[in-house]
């Protein structure tokens, strides 16, 4: 399967890439060798047979290859039975083709060998493939040889020989096997994408056994029908069943009981075989696989759900098929649209012209005045509209009537002279070199020449009525978006070109295969020619009744064959259905997508225009613009009379008011404290108040903020700068060993380099020791970055005119609110501030807050519950109160039928009257509370309100009406109707509900344009139906009647009884059969009579459902060359115009999601950080440290052996589910025997692993707790089976097994990203699922109301009909997958005088609605099967991307965030998720590969990630994703990888960040020089001391008498030794930095130095200690006395310096220690 998919991919990119994958390559690419998987043709220039290497030797051999697959495609038995010259004709072309290659053949050994040599020709794949086809050809021909000579019977399996000379095709097409781009690159791509689809066939797989299992132990057989009582073993016929054919269950409680006169038989035990009865069913585990892919892919899957239905209990048919459908056909599936799109999005990535670029689609010759008019332009398409219209009007009108010259035919010749007149004045103006250079040009002069030919008399209404409705393309061109859409999707050509050509290409290949496969099979006549071949292969590709194809061929070759036949219609349908359709909606969306090189510039103009829109207010607010400003106005009254005061804005006395209050109350507050805090909360509330002044003010503070913030980020960079350069100029790198350096510390250099050049610097130090070529180098990139500097700089233009937008908005509304007093006034009646109003607000926005803070670090703590918290907290409470009333009353309203109606059933009137009676108070509440149309926050401000007041006048309507007599299609009917769309209620409430619906309609532009194009199709092909098969699909009934006048009387129809038996007619028996009268008459779904029917018709098949049928009707009443037309437009409406929704959809959901402009790096950064949201800590505990029992069982269990073999084991215990367990089978025992044994074998592996994890560290994991869980079950059936053996326990083993399946995703890295995968997009899909359920809701109860008793027809039935929402549900389901959905509508139109009208009540007709059903059905089959479904593509597209990417494309790789997880659960001991901040610094240190920090390379990032977690939660505890977080930001290039608003976040807290660490590292750097300073003060202090006393003690002896005390003396000494000691502390900051910046003795010791060992450059280096004091200083001091003299050598010893000196000082220090590279000090400078 994978070298298959592997071949298909390359196929299909060597037919796309054909001189299209060019792009300019630089010399290190060209060097590289170039893709070349093509034949090597060209052989060695000295070879003695010279024409193998002609060029046109070879095009004849591709031409001959393609005669061959002709020649093949003729050769059965069927084609020479009609066209017996045919087999001498395939003979002769063979014997040439034979001998051709074989020439060739032989040419090729003779000059390449053999086998000896590297390029010999059983070493060369192509060589051996040619000389295979040879083969082929030559076994072909001997065939062909015995079948004429009568040897070998035509119809006996050796025509299985030809099988593979069709693979020939590949000789035609192989040239363009060869690429201009690197081989690795497009090898890589084809085996990524061949590994990603072969495990996604896995993952389909395991579900499709999963479900199989599940079928076997929930159904088994299906092989109870009910028979007529005397039906005998062994007689079993036609006439024996109902009609129709009916299951049954034999269990009196559940399923169908056959009605009197039958019983419930199994037709097995009656002598029916396994062919008769069919193969699929749930009997074992092959046929259930088989039966779960038939019904994943929704053809035929509901009748087996009916089957089932009347054979078992109700409940369980609908759960199993219903999840079978969505994992299966919804999700699962979908993954291979994912995988497509993703491989040719890598493409795009990799090759920016990648399909070439796209043309202009004006003309560039200069044209004539009268050319270049917009009045010529609109007069011509106002004339092709006019000529749309006439030929849209044609219709049948009967046999009689002459067609030849009708007006229809005249106009027709009038236009096409117009038209030719007008490519006539074309030529004449632009020329005819001119005219031709256009495209559109040569699509108009086709026209004209296909038309011209079309109005001769013999050739009107024959094919070339395609050129007269082909017309209608040129309206295009009327609407420039529309133009310009078409354009942008079928501009390159040349992709969707290639793609058709491969599609084709692969339906002749298989075609011709299938054909030489079963033509010699007796009693099927699908293959027996290529044309039949051709539309039954073409079936199976639009997986229209392809389950019918395959079931007649089973059937047709026997039980024997079945399997093998089986399989290979199941691997063209899934490579035609899930692989070939996804390739179509892969370049769809790469033609949909933009540019790289765009998307910045988008995002730019995007953020521009949200802007500009929020600076308006909407129309109905800026309404009151309109009016006079009539403020508010006051009269003071208590004033003196000598003098008239004017009156005065209310607003501005109340404010003055206001605050003489606040500052009265200010003053006359009593205490300190107090007075000062009520002022400042008074001064507060006045600023909040006057919104206008802060507004004005918040513009200046801004700037001045931001120039703050320009000039510290300035002076750290410059710093940054020079070190970095100091570093390159150094060449510290130079002795150490070659290391690879992690991602972390190449973005950290990145990021200072790019800093560093942004600031700019001096030119001569950068440019000292370099060449010219490095001094280019960093020109370029210092201009790169002045370049990221402007866009710096625009970003922030853009932020601030969205500050502004905002500012101007409320200032209007502020303006507004003071101007004109009705505005914000609810109803223009409550006031603004009124108590009522107030009161109505709170009880509208009261919600639920369970979010506790950190009364220190204000952070939000996390609670147990807090999940149940947000949901409540999703909407307010009187909302959640209104989704309740709600939901109660659909479920009310889902008791409703034609019987039960709310008009006669008071219980129900019960819910109606509360629904209304709340949605009353619900609506007063919020009206005046926030207004009804003319106010801010009004009920109606969107569509949501508008739809809330439309439900509740509906419903108050109805309420208070509650007609009693509803006429069929009347305006009560009508109100009923549009009373159903009350579940829609919940759209408005919920607010993600409220998001669906914007991501439904935000595209409706793009989904309009799509239907537009679809509409034109369907035109086309409408109007080209009419003229060809007006009136020529009518006949008779009776298939043995001819002629019109012949169809008269009555006949005897048989009935079909049954599609899934296959009983054989025994002789003399007749089908059952009825009398029915002869009627001339149109098929009864359709019709080609006008244009309306034609396009109702296309319609349906559009929607790949009953072209078949038409296909047939058409074939068989008009002719067999007229198929082509339903298979060309089934074509393009199934692989373009189908497709064209999917890739609609998913590029508007991208687009909203803002997905669709972000660029490569950007995605994958938000894939990264959605994948970090899901990742979680290892719940596994450490290895144990000694080497005893427990360590050697942790070895065995975490063994990747041992866990193979588990999975290997839970793999044979679900094969015991391969038949089903019952307690009458004998088999049962043995395998629930069997499956006891695997049940112990896993309580072994649950005790070996308990042991070796203990049980703490065992019940940590989630995965564990499973196992466990599913163990215990085991042991406790164990128990239970050996007790009762009844058929409980052995349903309950098989639930176990199937448990315990489950577990095997979780061993299997792919099964596991892939079950993520589909769950992620189930979580988010939730509320698309839900909106959908909703509006199957709407239709449903709409249906009941339209469609309850509409009589039965061919699939309106028991099963399926709407006499109640739950079966009108079911039916809609149905609809959704597109089972049948057009028969459906067409049961619902039914009309008199096939049914019962009534005239006065609704209920008591069987009638249809022909309108109703029309707009009923095509809108819910639009919205949901073509939108809402292909919603659910896009978030399974979206979360492959997020899972399923590679180590290539993933910015933090598996291994990484493996990696990572194993760190943190060796720091995080007690399995928390969360760790103190300061053993982040530990973590970072035990980081290896691409996250290890080197700290001798990388000390200042370590700083800074260590500090960024400090800040962020002020030194509290941090979360494993908090530090995963940090990682990820600091492992990107945020310049690529982050959204503008987003990057300015992140720069400016790595600013803030840079800036905190300079200062906290100089400021450790000078207590640790304050430190140092003390020590050497008091080691200088004691010297002198010591030196004091000495001389004291000396004077005392030889000048003081002995009587005289020393002590004092002593006591001064010490006094003012002491003072001196605490003098550097008592110093001011400036000082500190004195002793060791300004130090002159350290440059006179450095001669006493230099035998010391040296530091390195940029190592920062104390000043040694001072030398010690002489005796001259001594007695210098002791002549001027104590303190004075002490004060004065302190004063020598510290010099002061000034404060320039002393910046520039402490700027080369910071600069040597961010260049420093390996210091032995380092851990007394990272206070770890």
Known sequence: MQSAVQTVVLCLLTKANLSMLKRKQSSRVEAQPVTDFGPDESLSDNADILWINKPWVHSLLRICAIISVISVCMNTPMTFEHYPPLQYVTFTLDTLLMFLYTAEMIAKMHIRGIVKGDSSYVKDRWCVFDGFMVFCLWVSLVLQVFEIADIVDQMSPWGMLRIPRPLIMIRAFRIYFRFELPRTRITNILKRSGEQIWSVSIFLLFFLLLYGILGVQMFGTFTYHCVVNDTKPGNVTWNSLAIPDTHCSPELEEGYQCPPGFKCMDLEDLGLSRQELGYSGFNEIGTSIFTVYEAASQEGWVFLMYRAIDSFPRWRSYFYFITLIFFLAWLVKNVFIAVIIETFAEIRVQFQQMWGSRSSTTSTATTQKMMRSSVFHMFILSMVTVDVIVAASNYYKGENFRRQYDEFYLAEVAFTVLFDLEALLKIWCLGFTGYISSSLHKFELLLVIGTTLHVYPDLYHSQFTYFQVLRVVRLIKISPALEDFVYKIFGPGKKLGSLVVFTASLLIVMSAISLQMFCFVEELDRFTTFPRAFMSMFQILTQEGWVDVMDQTLNAVGHMWAPVVAIYFILYHLFATLILLSLFVAVILDNLELDEDLKKLKQLKQSEANADTKEKLPLRLRIFEKFPNRPQMVKIS?????????????????????????????????LPTTSSSSCDHSKRSAIEDNKYIDQKLRKSVFSIRARNLLEKETAVTKILRACTRQRMLSGSFEGQPAKERSILSVQHHIRQERRSLRHGSNSQRISRGKSLETLTQDHSNTVRYRNAQREDSEIKMIQEKKEQAEMKRKVQEEELRENHPYFDKPLFIVGREHRFRNFCRVVVRARFNASKTDPVTGAVKNTKYHQLYDLLGLVTYLDWVMIIVTICSCISMMFESPFRRVMHAPTLQIAEYVFVIFMSIELNLKIMADGLFFTPTAVIRDFGGVMDIFIYLVSLIFLCWMPQNVPAESGAQLLMVLRCLRPLRIFKLVPQMRKVVRELFSGFKEIFLVSILLLTLMLVFA????????????????????????????????VSVSKNLNLKLRPGEKKPGFWVPRVWANPRNFNFDNVGNAMLALFEVLSLKGWVEVRDVIIHRVGPIHGIYIHVFVFLGCMIGLTLFVGVVIANFNENKGTALLTVDQRRWEDLKSRLKIAQPLHLPPRPDNDGFRAKMYDITQHPFFKRTIALLVLAQSVLLSVKWDVEDPVTVPLATMSVVFTFIF?????????????????????????????????VWVVLHFALLNAYTYMMGACVIVFRFFSICGKHVTLKMLLLTVVVSMYKSFFIIVGMFLLLLCYAFAGVVLFGTVKYGENINRHANFSSAGKAITVLFRIVTGEDWNKIMHDCMVQPPFCTPDEFTYWATDCGNYAGALMYFCSFYVIIAYIMLNLLVAIIVENFSLFYSTEEDQLLSYNDLRHFQIIWNMVDDKREGVIPTFRVKFLLRLLRGRLEVDLDKDKLLFKHMCYEMERLHNGGDVTFHDVLSMLSYRSVDIRKSLQLEELLAREQLEYTIEEEVAKQTIRMWLKKCLKRIRAKQQQSCSIIHSLRE???????????????????????????????????????????????????????????????????????????????????????????????TMKSVVCKMNPMTDAASCGSEVKKWWTRQLTVESDESGDDLLDI
Request: glycine fraction near 6%.
């Open 1590 to 1684: 000495s001389q004291q003690q000396e004077l005392s002896r030889f000048l003081n008498p002995p009587s005289i005390e020393t002590t004092q003396p002593s006591e001064d000494t010490n006094a003012n030794s002491q003072d001196n000691s605490m003098q550097p502390e008592t110093s001011s900051q400036q000082q500190l930095l004195s002793p060791t910046l300004s130090d002159r003795g350290g440059s006179r010791q450095d001669a006493a130095d230099a035998g010391k060992p040296q530091r390195k450059f940029g190592q920062w280096r104390l000043p040694s200690a001072p030398k010690p004091i002489s005796h001259s200083v001594s007695s210098v001091n002791l002549r001027f006395g104590g303190r004075t």
């Open 638 to 670: 208590k004033l003196p009379s000598d003098f008239t005061v004017p009156k005065i804005r209310e607003s501005f006395m109340k404010q003055f008011i206001d605050r003489q209050q606040q500052d009265t109350c200010c003053l006359l507050r009593s």
């Open 1023 to 1054: 109007s080209f139906g009419v003229q060809l098969f007006a009136g020529k699909l009518a006949k008779c009934n009776d298939p043995n009647i001819i002629r019109r006048e012949d169809c008269n009387g009555i006949f005897r129809i048989n």
């Open 1243 to 1275: 309580v072994l592996e649950v005790t070996m692993k308990i042991i070796a994890m203990s049980p703490a560290g065992f019940w940590q994991s989630r995965r564990n707790r499973y196992d466990l869980l599913v163990t215990s079950l085991g042991v």
